[in-house]
């Protein structure tokens, strides 16, 4: 029997969206407004589901704590309160889109959490606007 378990977090970061080998017209053609290059930021609401084998001596699936420290330290210390293009290496040459964001969580998360449980990301760029991912390379 596999169970999901999941914690939320938030972080507040500031971002451009757009291709350095295009025009600032293209640019702005193809992001609107996210292409800014005075940036614009987000109030990101972040959800982390980890599901798997309930563990027969805890009860866990994954302690919560350890769960809560891994996403302090991996995702709110190092995007929180920061220019992800500018301040955060992994963006230094990827366009930090939702979609990419949500790939770098899940990389950094996925390294610190045992392999036998699955890995979820859902990011919410705006209340209205989210992306999930789990890895799936297809």
């Known amino acids: 029997m596999k169970v999901t378990v999941s914690r939320k977090a938030h972080f507040n970061a500031a971002h451009r969206l757009y ?9 702005a053609n193809i992001f609107g ?28 699936v994954m302690d919560m704590k350890v769960l809560k420290d891994l996403i302090k330290s991996e995702v709110e210390e190092p995007f929180d309160h920061k220019n992800l293009n500018e301040e955060v290496t992994e963006f230094k040459t990827l366009n930090p889109t939702a979609e990419n964001i949500s790939v770098v ?17 859902t990011l919410y760029e705006t209340p209205r606007n989210f992306v999930s991912y789990n890895g799936d390379m297809s």
Do not use: Q
Request: hydrophobic share 30%; proline share 4%; glycine share 6%.
């Open 19 to 27: 291709n350095s080998e295009w025009t600032d017209a293209r640019n």
């Open 105 to 121: 969580i899940w990389n950094k998360l996925r390294a610190k959490i045992e392999k036998d449980l699955e890995l979820n990301i």
């Open 33 to 60: 407004k996210c292409s800014n290059p005075h940036y614009h930021g987000h109030n990101y609401e972040l959800i982390v589901s980890v599901k798997g084998e309930i563990h027969p001596e805890t009860g866990f």
